[in-house]
Structure formats: C-alpha cells, structure tokens
C-alpha cells in the first residue's frame, strides 16, 4: 500500500563538459477538498525556477505518477545530492574564489 505523501525528492543534474547546471524537485501534498497534489519544480540551478502542480483525485494515483518521474529523471542522468556531491562537498559545486596577491608598491 503506498503511502499517503511521499518525501520530497531532490535531484541534480551536473554535466561540466556541456554547461549543464540542472534540478529537479518533486514533492506531495494534500488538499483542502482531500484529493492529492503533486509539485514540480525545475531549472537551471542559480535562476529562476518553473513550477507545475498537478492534482489527483486519489493518492495513489500521486505516488504512481511521483514514481514515474522519479524514474524518468534518474534514467536522464539525475541523482540525488547524496548520490553525487561535488569535489568541493559542498552542495551546489561552488568553491571560493581564489584570494588576491598583495600587490607591492616600490617607494620613491
């Protein structure tokens, strides 16, 4: 029997050598008339993201299409921020930038 709401879910898609800098979320949550709603949002990551809710008479029919998906992303290369962090570990990939050498100026 699947579950009533799921976990949302996370995903990442980095590819360096193509400039791709992807995510993808997917979420559920109840309505006020008792019918199941599901939230995606995606984008590149650093900008403004798209949304789309879609909702289901029955939470069932949720948690088969939050599956769908989920499995849809991960055959296109998509995991999860545990599966795949960066180098640097952090989160987004994004290290300091390299400090600046003090300049010396000769005296006269």
Sequence with gaps: ???SELE???LRRIDAARNMRRFYALSTQS???GEMSLIRNWG????NRKSMVQT???SAEAVEAFGRLERAKRRRG???V????SPSG???GITAPPAMPTLSVPQP
């Design 1 to 3: 029997m699947p579950k």
């Design 8 to 10: 949302p879910l996370h």
């Design 31 to 33: 309505t006020l008339f």
């Design 44 to 47: 590149r990551i650093g900008t």
């Design 56 to 58: 289901f008479d029955g």
């Design 78 to 80: 998509y995991a999860t």
């Design 82 to 85: 545990d599966e795949k962090l």
């Design 90 to 92: 952090n989160f987004w």
